[in-house]
């Protein structure tokens, strides 16, 4: 069955390094998002791709969040420096559009996730 | 932005029993999706539903897309200690065909 691939599963940090976080859609998925998510609350929109293009990152912190899909497949979301309050679940998910249509077919598929702790 | 009200919060509830959860929004949706999230885990989805007064099952689930395209019902029967976890519902919005929006999630417990 074809899933979203996402690495590390596990990052631990001090605060100021670096990190990064990968993903992979499902093959032929056009859409690519990630989101971050915070223990007890739903996930929050930070960067959505439609192939290689960002077509919203209003609400990336871009001071220090940083997003790319060069190729129009896989994705890296890097976050430099780390600071505490970056602590939580990083999502990434994809979808596909309707057959030569512009609009996502409305089914979302997310990966296992990315769990991030700063200390 | 868009904001989804999702309720309950949390139920707790005895094996074998039914569950039912909502999820409204302010303006018209497209799309309902559900899904549920294990701990530590990514959200699994469960059901999506396209059409106003859709009803869609997925085992014990069923989902509701309601007829005011502004809310979305979700129900298991006969619940199970593996139903535990947290179920969130997301929508897309009729004025944004390529946005996904969360609620916050209702966790529900399952006592054998």
């Known amino acids: 069955e074809a899933e979203v691939a996402q690495s590390p599963r596990y990052k631990i940090t001090e605060k100021s390094q670096a990190v990064a976080f990968w993903c992979d859609p499902i093959s032929g998925h056009a859409t690519l998002y990630w989101y971050r998510q915070i223990l007890g609350q739903g996930p929050e929109l930070l960067v959505q791709f439609q192939d290689e293009s960002v077509v919203d990152d209003s609400q990336l912190p871009k001071d220090r969040f940083s997003a790319e899909r060069l190729k129009g497949v896989d994705s890296t979301l890097k976050i430099q420096p780390a600071e505490l309050g970056d602590s939580a679940m990083y999502l990434c998910?994809?979808?596909?559009?309707?057959?030569?249509?512009?609009?996502?077919?409305?089914?979302?598929?997310f990966g296992e996730g990315s769990r991030l702790t700063v200390l | 932005g868009q904001q989804l009200n999702q309720s309950p919060q949390s139920m707790f509830i005895q094996e074998g029993e039914d569950v039912s959860m909502n999820c409204t929004s302010s303006?018209?949706?497209?799309?309902w999706l559900w899904y549920k999230q294990d701990p530590g885990e990514g959200p699994v989805l469960l059901i999506a539903?396209?059409?106003?007064?859709e009803l869609t099952s997925n085992g014990r689930l069923t989902a509701q897309f309601g007829i005011t395209r502004k809310d979305s019902f979700l129900n298991i029967s006969a619940s199970i200690p593996s139903d535990v976890g947290i179920y969130f519902c997301?929508?897309?919005?009729?004025?944004?065909?390529?946005?996904?929006?969360f609620g916050s999630g209702t966790k529900l417990n399952v006592k054998p």
């Open positions: 997301a929508g897309q919005p009729l004025y944004n065909f390529n946005k996904f929006y």
């Open positions: 303006s018209i949706f497209n799309t």
């Open positions: 998910a994809s979808s596909t559009r309707l057959a030569g249509g512009l609009v996502n077919t409305g089914e979302l598929f």
């Open positions: 539903l396209y059409k106003a007064g």
